[in-house]
Protein backbone atom coordinates (compact mmCIF):
# COMPACT_ATOMS: atom_id res chain seq x y z
CA UNK A 1 0.00 0.00 0.00
CA UNK A 2 1.26 3.42 -1.16
CA UNK A 3 1.90 5.67 2.09
CA UNK A 4 1.08 9.53 1.99
CA UNK A 5 2.88 11.38 -0.88
CA UNK A 6 4.01 15.09 -0.33
CA UNK A 7 5.85 17.26 -3.03
CA UNK A 8 8.27 19.13 -2.86
CA UNK A 9 10.33 17.63 -0.62
CA UNK A 10 12.03 21.09 0.07
CA UNK A 11 11.67 24.97 -0.75
CA UNK A 12 13.86 27.45 -0.10
CA UNK A 13 12.04 30.87 -1.04
CA UNK A 14 12.71 34.62 -0.03
CA UNK A 15 10.43 35.93 2.42
CA UNK A 16 7.13 37.83 0.90
CA UNK A 17 6.53 35.07 -1.72
CA UNK A 18 4.47 32.90 -2.37
CA UNK A 19 4.54 29.23 -1.93
CA UNK A 20 2.43 25.79 -2.02
CA UNK A 21 2.76 22.69 -0.68
CA UNK A 22 0.45 19.56 -2.10
CA UNK A 23 -0.12 16.02 -0.28
CA UNK A 24 -2.09 12.74 -1.72
CA UNK A 25 -3.27 10.95 1.23
CA UNK A 26 -3.19 7.20 1.36
CA UNK A 27 -6.19 6.00 -0.54
CA UNK A 28 -9.29 5.43 1.37
CA UNK A 29 -8.31 7.60 4.19
CA UNK A 30 -11.04 10.56 4.75
CA UNK A 31 -9.39 12.52 6.74
CA UNK A 32 -6.23 14.57 5.91
CA UNK A 33 -4.16 16.59 8.43
CA UNK A 34 -1.71 19.28 8.18
CA UNK A 35 0.93 19.79 10.70
CA UNK A 36 3.96 21.95 10.90
CA UNK A 37 7.54 20.80 12.86
CA UNK A 38 9.64 23.08 13.86
CA UNK A 39 13.35 22.21 14.99
CA UNK A 40 13.22 19.98 18.27
CA UNK A 41 9.37 20.82 18.73
CA UNK A 42 6.51 17.67 17.97
CA UNK A 43 4.23 18.54 15.31
CA UNK A 44 1.53 21.36 15.83
CA UNK A 45 -1.93 21.09 13.80
CA UNK A 46 -2.62 23.21 11.39
CA UNK A 47 -5.56 22.21 9.62
CA UNK A 48 -7.83 18.90 9.51
CA UNK A 49 -10.21 17.95 6.71
CA UNK A 50 -12.76 15.32 6.59
CA UNK A 51 -13.65 14.94 2.98
CA UNK A 52 -13.55 18.38 1.47
CA UNK A 53 -14.82 19.73 4.80
CA UNK A 54 -12.03 21.28 7.05
CA UNK A 55 -13.34 20.62 10.45
CA UNK A 56 -10.93 21.77 12.42
CA UNK A 57 -8.56 24.79 10.85
CA UNK A 58 -8.28 26.96 14.72
CA UNK A 59 -4.64 26.65 14.34
CA UNK A 60 -3.94 28.12 10.56
CA UNK A 61 -2.89 31.57 10.41
CA UNK A 62 -5.49 32.60 8.22
CA UNK A 63 -4.15 35.69 7.26
CA UNK A 64 -1.27 34.24 5.34
CA UNK A 65 -2.37 30.68 5.26
CA UNK A 66 -4.86 28.88 2.94
CA UNK A 67 -5.63 25.34 2.32
CA UNK A 68 -7.95 23.45 -0.03
CA UNK A 69 -9.10 19.74 -0.19
CA UNK A 70 -10.64 19.30 -3.71
CA UNK A 71 -12.53 16.20 -4.40
CA UNK A 72 -11.78 14.82 -1.19
CA UNK A 73 -8.35 13.75 -2.07
CA UNK A 74 -5.28 15.64 -2.91
CA UNK A 75 -4.47 18.48 -0.25
CA UNK A 76 -2.80 21.69 -1.20
CA UNK A 77 -1.37 24.46 1.36
CA UNK A 78 -0.30 27.61 0.69
CA UNK A 79 1.36 30.11 2.31
CA UNK A 80 1.51 33.96 0.62
CA UNK A 81 3.32 36.06 1.85
CA UNK A 82 5.99 34.21 3.30
CA UNK A 83 7.77 35.09 6.65
CA UNK A 84 11.16 34.12 8.06
CA UNK A 85 9.38 32.21 11.10
CA UNK A 86 7.56 30.04 8.70
CA UNK A 87 11.11 28.43 8.06
CA UNK A 88 9.46 24.32 9.42
CA UNK A 89 8.70 21.27 8.48
CA UNK A 90 5.32 20.68 6.81
CA UNK A 91 4.16 17.69 7.22
CA UNK A 92 0.72 16.17 5.99
CA UNK A 93 -1.22 12.84 7.16
CA UNK A 94 -4.05 11.00 6.95
CA UNK A 95 -6.45 8.10 8.60
CA UNK A 96 -9.08 6.19 7.91
CA UNK A 97 -12.06 8.83 9.70
CA UNK A 98 -12.13 11.09 11.69
CA UNK A 99 -9.36 11.55 14.87
CA UNK A 100 -9.98 8.55 16.49
CA UNK A 101 -8.09 6.29 13.88
CA UNK A 102 -4.31 6.11 13.78
CA UNK A 103 -2.67 8.70 11.55
CA UNK A 104 0.58 8.21 8.81
CA UNK A 105 2.53 11.00 8.06
CA UNK A 106 3.78 11.56 4.32
CA UNK A 107 7.90 12.43 3.90
CA UNK A 108 6.99 16.25 4.42
CA UNK A 109 8.30 19.56 3.40
CA UNK A 110 11.27 21.21 4.61
CA UNK A 111 10.62 24.79 3.87
CA UNK A 112 13.38 27.30 4.35
CA UNK A 113 12.47 30.91 3.66
CA UNK A 114 15.69 33.65 3.37
CA UNK B 1 1.77 23.14 32.26
CA UNK B 2 2.21 21.10 28.99
CA UNK B 3 -0.25 19.42 27.70
CA UNK B 4 2.07 16.52 26.35
CA UNK B 5 5.38 15.82 28.23
CA UNK B 6 8.79 13.85 27.88
CA UNK B 7 12.02 14.30 29.07
CA UNK B 8 14.29 15.64 26.03
CA UNK B 9 17.10 13.20 26.88
CA UNK B 10 19.17 12.22 25.36
CA UNK B 11 18.78 8.67 26.80
CA UNK B 12 21.64 6.80 26.71
CA UNK B 13 21.69 2.89 26.97
CA UNK B 14 24.06 0.18 26.14
CA UNK B 15 23.08 -2.24 23.18
CA UNK B 16 20.79 -5.09 24.87
CA UNK B 17 19.33 -2.83 27.41
CA UNK B 18 15.68 -1.96 28.18
CA UNK B 19 15.16 1.82 26.90
CA UNK B 20 12.20 3.41 29.08
CA UNK B 21 10.32 6.48 27.55
CA UNK B 22 7.90 8.07 29.59
CA UNK B 23 5.36 10.78 28.86
CA UNK B 24 2.61 12.76 31.09
CA UNK B 25 -0.53 14.25 29.83
CA UNK B 26 -2.68 16.92 31.34
CA UNK B 27 -6.11 16.22 30.06
CA UNK B 28 -7.87 13.72 32.00
CA UNK B 29 -10.70 13.14 28.89
CA UNK B 30 -7.80 11.75 26.81
CA UNK B 31 -8.75 8.55 25.23
CA UNK B 32 -6.15 7.12 23.02
CA UNK B 33 -2.57 7.55 23.03
CA UNK B 34 0.27 7.12 20.09
CA UNK B 35 4.02 6.56 20.26
CA UNK B 36 6.03 7.83 16.86
CA UNK B 37 9.88 7.22 16.31
CA UNK B 38 11.30 9.80 14.07
CA UNK B 39 14.84 9.54 12.95
CA UNK B 40 16.55 12.51 12.11
CA UNK B 41 15.29 14.23 8.80
CA UNK B 42 12.70 11.83 8.90
CA UNK B 43 8.60 12.23 9.50
CA UNK B 44 7.08 10.60 12.37
CA UNK B 45 6.45 6.56 12.37
CA UNK B 46 3.76 5.32 13.84
CA UNK B 47 4.96 2.69 16.39
CA UNK B 48 2.39 2.18 18.94
CA UNK B 49 -1.02 3.16 20.12
CA UNK B 50 -2.89 2.55 23.06
CA UNK B 51 -6.07 2.85 24.25
CA UNK B 52 -6.59 0.92 27.59
CA UNK B 53 -4.94 0.82 31.02
CA UNK B 54 -2.47 -2.02 31.42
CA UNK B 55 0.26 -3.07 28.88
CA UNK B 56 0.31 -3.16 24.92
CA UNK B 57 3.34 -5.64 23.37
CA UNK B 58 4.10 -5.42 20.10
CA UNK B 59 7.93 -7.53 19.44
CA UNK B 60 10.57 -5.72 20.95
CA UNK B 61 8.19 -2.45 22.49
CA UNK B 62 5.78 -2.58 25.06
CA UNK B 63 3.37 0.60 25.76
CA UNK B 64 2.45 1.06 29.23
CA UNK B 65 -1.20 3.41 30.25
CA UNK B 66 -2.14 4.46 33.38
CA UNK B 67 -4.92 7.04 33.15
CA UNK B 68 -5.14 7.52 36.65
CA UNK B 69 -1.69 9.01 37.28
CA UNK B 70 -2.39 10.69 33.37
CA UNK B 71 0.72 9.12 32.24
CA UNK B 72 1.89 6.42 29.11
CA UNK B 73 5.37 5.06 28.93
CA UNK B 74 7.30 2.85 26.19
CA UNK B 75 9.37 0.27 26.65
CA UNK B 76 12.17 -1.07 24.28
CA UNK B 77 13.25 -4.23 24.72
CA UNK B 78 16.83 -5.82 23.33
CA UNK B 79 17.53 -1.98 22.27
CA UNK B 80 19.48 -1.72 19.14
CA UNK B 81 21.66 1.13 17.83
CA UNK B 82 18.96 1.32 15.05
CA UNK B 83 16.48 2.57 17.54
CA UNK B 84 18.49 5.71 18.02
CA UNK B 85 16.13 8.14 17.25
CA UNK B 86 13.32 10.88 18.87
CA UNK B 87 10.56 9.20 20.08
CA UNK B 88 7.22 11.38 20.13
CA UNK B 89 4.75 10.85 22.20
CA UNK B 90 0.99 12.11 21.04
CA UNK B 91 -2.34 12.24 22.91
CA UNK B 92 -5.73 12.74 21.41
CA UNK B 93 -7.54 15.74 23.11
CA UNK B 94 -11.07 15.92 24.03
CA UNK B 95 -11.23 18.24 20.73
CA UNK B 96 -10.18 15.01 18.72
CA UNK B 97 -7.03 16.95 17.97
CA UNK B 98 -3.69 14.84 18.26
CA UNK B 99 -1.41 16.66 20.50
CA UNK B 100 2.37 15.54 20.29
CA UNK B 101 5.37 16.19 22.94
CA UNK B 102 8.35 17.38 22.01
CA UNK B 103 9.99 14.05 22.15
CA UNK B 104 12.53 12.00 23.91
CA UNK B 105 15.61 11.20 22.30
CA UNK B 106 17.07 8.19 22.38
CA UNK B 107 20.59 6.87 21.84
CA UNK B 108 21.80 3.39 22.10
CA UNK B 109 25.37 3.01 21.93
CA UNK B 110 27.16 -0.33 20.93
Known amino acids: EAGVVQSPRYKIIEKKQPVAFWCNPISGHNTLYWYRQNLGQGPELLIRYENEEAVDDSQLPKDRFSAERLKGVDSTLKIQPAELGDSAVYLCASSPAGGYHEQYFGPGTRLTVT | QKEVEQNSGPLSVPEGAIASLNCTYS??????FFWYRQYSGKSPELIMS????GDKEDGRFTAQLNKASQYVSLLIRDSQPSDSATYLCAVRHNTDKLIFGTGTRLQVFP
Open chain 2, 27 to 32: DRGSQS
Open chain 2, 50 to 53: IYSN
